[in-house]
């Protein structure tokens, strides 16, 4: 059996604004823009490299979905980016503007900060833990 998750769907309220800040301030890669009607599009995002999962960027389409655009997992961190050099996407991101609300913290499983999307949800960006040598 193989079996993988393929997307999340993460609400927004417009998917130029949202496709923008991905690619732009993330540097995620933009991997399908389909219009579907009009004003609904099949929008697909992805941190370069890999891809196990991606975003579906999906314009809230009444008011109840707007309302969970800034808080989709009710204050807690939504989505987890890993990094294989996290001082590097650490400092690209401050450069960026991206807002961190926590700065990075040596944990167990790794280094990790968190920061808003542009629209209030939180990332942790995880970078791997430090090892050290057995004597």
């Known amino acids: 059996m193989n079996r993988y998750l393929a997307h999340i769907t993460l609400l927004v309220h417009d998917y130029d604004e949202a496709i923008k800040f991905y690619t732009d301030k ?18 697909l995002v992805a941190p370069k490299g ?7 960027l999906a314009k809230a389409a009444n008011a109840e979905q707007e309302c969970c655009i800034s808080n989709q997992t009710g204050g807690r961190v939504f989505l987890f980016l890993h990094t ?19 700065k990075p ?6 280094t990790v900060a968190v920061f808003k999307d542009l629209y209030g949800n939180l990332w ?12």
Do not use: M
């Open 124 to 135: 942790d960006l995880i970078g791997p833990a430090l090892t050290t040598l057995a004597v």
């Open 84 to 102: 294989d050099n996290f001082e590097r996407d650490y400092e690209q991101l401050l450069n960026k503007n991206v807002e961190f609300v926590k």
């Open 105 to 110: 913290k040596e944990e167990a499983y790794g």
């Open 50 to 56: 890999l891809k196990s999962c991606h975003l579906l």
């Open 26 to 43: 993330l540097d995620f890669e933009l991997i399908e823009d389909t219009a579907l009607s009009d004003n609904k599009r099949w929008v």
